[in-house]
C-alpha cells in the first residue's frame, strides 16, 4: 500500500541524496527501492540498520515515531560521491567556474556531468593523499582575502564533525555553493556562515541542507598584494561599490 510513513521517507532520503531508485537501491544492497517507497515491500531490518550505519537516519525518524533525522547530526557524510581520475590513476582536481556552479548542487552523483567539468593535477604528494576540488569565486563577500574571479582550492570533508571553527571552506547545499568562514557550534542544528566582508550579514544552513563541505587549502592567483597595499585595496572596493550604487539609481 502506497503511502506509509517509512516508505515516504526512504524516498525523502533518496532525493535528498539526488540518487535514482536503482543507484540508491545498489547503494542499500538491493536491485532498486522501487517497490519500497510504493508500500510493497517492508522496509527490512537490514536495510534500517544499513541506513543508519552508512546516512546515520535514525530509526524512530523512518516509522514516524521522532522528529530527529539524524542519530548524530554531525556525523552526517558530505564527502563527494563522485570522483574521476587521469590516465595514471590518480584523483583529478575538477574545476567548477561560475557558470558550472549553478548546476553543481544538482549534479554532484550525475558521473557524467562531472566528467566534463575542466581537470587537472599536481604532482605534488600532498594533492594526492585525499580528494580536491578547484572553485571559482564570485563577489565579493570574501573581500580582501579571496576576491571575484579567483580560484581556490579546496580539500573534502567527509563530514560535518570535521569542521574547525573560524577556518574558510565551501559549503555546498541543496541551492548553492557558498564560500565562507565557518562556526560549527555544539548544540545547534545548522551551521554558521561569516563573511570576511563586514558589509555582508551573517548566513545559516541547516545540516539536513548539506551536500558537501570542502576545506579551503590554496588559492590560484596572478596577482600578489602587498600588506603595504591593502589600504589601497580598500579603498579600491569602495569606489567601485560607489559606482555600482550610482548606476543602480
Known amino acids: ?44 531490518g ?5 541506513l543508519f550505519r552508512d546516512y546515520k537516519i535514525n530509526p524512530l525518524w523512518l516509522y514516524g515515531d521522532s522528529q530527529q533525522k539524524y542519530l548524530d547530526p554531525k ?13 595514471h590513476g590518480f584523483e583529478n582536481i575538477l574545476m567548477v567556474n561560475e557558470k558550472a556552479a549553478a548546476g553543481y548542487a544538482g ?8 566528467e566534463q567539468l575542466p581537470a587537472f593535477s599536481f604532482p605534488i604528494p600532498e594533492y594526492r593523499n585525499a580528494t580536491y576540488r578547484c ?45 565562507k568562514q565557518v562556526h560549527n557550534e555544539p548544540s545547534k542544528d545548522h551551521l554558521v556562515l561569516i563573511s570576511l566582508n563586514k558589509e555582508y550579514g551573517i548566513e545559516t544552513v541547516r545540516y539536513d541542507d548539506i551536500m558537501e563541505v570542502w576545506e579551503y587549502h590554496s588559492r590560484i592567483t596572478k596577482e600578489i598584494i602587498l600588506e603595504s597595499e591593502s589600504s589601497k ?16 539609481v
Open 135 to 179: 572553485f571559482q569565486i564570485e563577489g565579493y563577500s570574501m573581500m580582501p582575502a579571496i576576491r571575484p574571479g579567483e580560484w581556490i582550492i579546496t580539500k573534502a570533508a567527509e563530514s560535518l564533525n570535521q569542521i574547525k571553527n573560524g577556518n574558510i571552506y565551501v559549503i555546498v547545499d541543496t541551492e548553492s555553493i557558498r564560500i
Open 46 to 50: 537490514e536495510l534500517v540498520l544499513k
Open 1 to 44: 500500500m502506497e503511502g506509509n510513513t517509512e516508505a515516504k521517507r526512504l524516498k525523502e532520503i533518496r532525493e535528498h541524496l539526488k540518487m535514482t531508485q536503482s543507484e540508491f537501491g545498489i547503494a542499500l544492497g538491493i536491485k532498486t527501492t522501487y517497490d519500497v517507497e510504493r508500500g510493497k515491500t517492508k522496509l527490512s
Open 233 to 248: 585595496l580598500d579603498e579600491m572596493y569602495n569606489d567601485l561599490k560607489v559606482i555600482k550604487d550610482k548606476l543602480k
Open 75 to 87: 556525523s552526517k557524510a558530505v564527502s563527494p560521491s563522485v570522483v574521476t581520475i587521469d590516465q
Open 107 to 114: 549534479n554532484l552523483n550525475n558521473q557524467e556531468y562531472q
